[in-house]
């Protein structure tokens, strides 16, 4: 039987306190709304934490043991429903993402989240292999692979970044070096210095460095050097056949003010309100730029930006404070789980959480592309609070078993 004074309060205390915060956050980003169905957002939203919270308390009741003996049936049934929205899933926009079940629609790519990280979690808890092994590494990239390549599909470039996230994380807690790390990502670099050849020429003069004096291996060196040619030599052929509107886009995200009326006009909204609030804020249900609705997608994917006008800076950080506290309560726990794959769990979990709050939040603040990645707890949307809650119910579920093997 649970015994629910031992359960890790704090913690679920700051993911209620992001969740009521973000209930009030969407009153007033649609309190003038002109239809009455937009002004009763944070109605359902109230509603979808109810449902949250039983499906918080229904995954603590389950033993972490039984995730550890389904992750790869779970994994492959997230596949499979990966696979099947892209054949009969409703689609939006372009987008085909989501099953309609009457008002309520459920995004596979949500079950696969979870679903990865049981996988990886199990599969780094038992594996003998040293982290530098090369089949360790190549076989836990292609689990993440495989999910990623069906969600670009959809298309939905922002969710499938998540996944490479959890990869590195569970990679860097399951032992890999960051150098080793930095390595991986290197051809990222190359992408970027290939704008100019004198800049890529000096890039590699560090990079060769760098493998020098770190000395990974012959093998794992020429893979970097050939991964980061590649990508240079890539990189201007892919951008001449880029649309225009395409290069428009990145380069807008660059200096949106080149784009004012269309793709830079978001950004400039959301920086607007999160300035024009300063230190304290214009006040609740004060906003101008959430009232005249000058913002858009202000109770999903800019919900961060009518903090920032209403409540300002110091809202912004009780709220960056709170998910601080998330993130290093959820290190203690890890690091104190007996069991290897509770304490992966928990490092995953925490990832999707730390990850969608850095995009969403830099994305509103220009520092980041539109990804439309919503802000945990906080944005409106049913089946992300869920996932949300279950990823918190599984942090607490790894520390309310944490002498456990």
């Not at 085909?96 to 996988?119: C, Q």
């Amino acid at each position: 039987m649970l015994n629910y004074s031992d359960l890790d309060w704090k913690l679920i205390g700051a993911a209620l306190a992001l969740s009521l915060i973000g209930v009030l956050l969407i009153m007033s980003a649609q309190h003038f709304a002109e239809s009455e169905y937009a002004r009763e957002y944070y109605q359902r939203q109230l509603l979808w934490l109810a449902v949250a919270l039983v499906f918080f308390v229904a995954v603590i009741h389950l033993p972490l043991r039984l995730f550890d003996l389904s992750a790869y049936l779970l994994y492959g049934i997230a596949v499979i429903l990966l696979i099947l929205v892209l054949m009969v899933g409703s689609a939006r926009m372009g987008a085909s993402r989501w099953f309609a079940f009457g008002p309520v629609s459920l995004a596979p790519s949500d079950i696969a989240k979870i679903a990865l990280v049981f996988t990886l979690a199990r599969f780094f808890a038992y594996s003998k292999r040293p982290p530098t092994s090369k089949r360790r590494l190549a076989i836990s990239a292609i689990l993440t692979v495989i999910p990623i390549m069906l969600i670009l599909k959809q298309p939905d470039l922002g969710t499938s970044l998540v996944f490479f996230f959890i990869l590195f994380v569970l990679w860097f807690w399951s032992g890999l070096s960051p150098w080793y790390l930095l390595m991986i990502l290197s051809p990222l670099a190359s992408l970027v210095t290939a704008s100019y050849w004198w800049s890529w020429a000096l890039y590699f003069v560090v990079l060769l460095t760098f493998l020098g004096i770190v000395r990974p291996g012959i093998l794992f060196s020429v893979t970097v050097v050939v991964a980061n040619l590649a990508f240079g030599i890539v990189t201007p052929i892919v951008w001449n056949r880029l649309a225009e509107y395409q290069r428009l886009r990145i380069l807008t995200f660059i200096n949106p003010e080149m784009d004012p009326r269309g793709a830079g006009y978001q950004i400039i909204q959301s920086k607007i309100a999160i300035g024009s609030g300063g230190i304290w804020g214009k006040g609740f249900l004060n906003g101008s730029q959430s009232r005249l609705e000058f913002l858009p997608e202000r109770h999903t994917d800019f919900i961060f930006s009518v903090l920032g006008e209403e409540f300002g800076l110091w809202g912004a950080l009780i709220v960056l404070g709170l998910f601080g506290f998330i993130l290093v309560r959820s290190i203690r726990i890890a690091a104190r789980c007996r069991s290897r794959f509770a304490s992966h769990v928990v490092m995953g979990a925490a990832s999707i959480i730390i990850f969608q709050m850095l995009v969403n939040i830099g994305m509103t603040l220009g520092f980041m592309p539109v990804t439309g990645l919503p802000l945990p707890f906080v944005s409106y949307g049913g089946t992300g609070l869920v996932l949300t809650w279950t990823l918190v119910a599984l942090i607490v579920s790894a520390d309310y078993h944490w002498q456990e093997y």
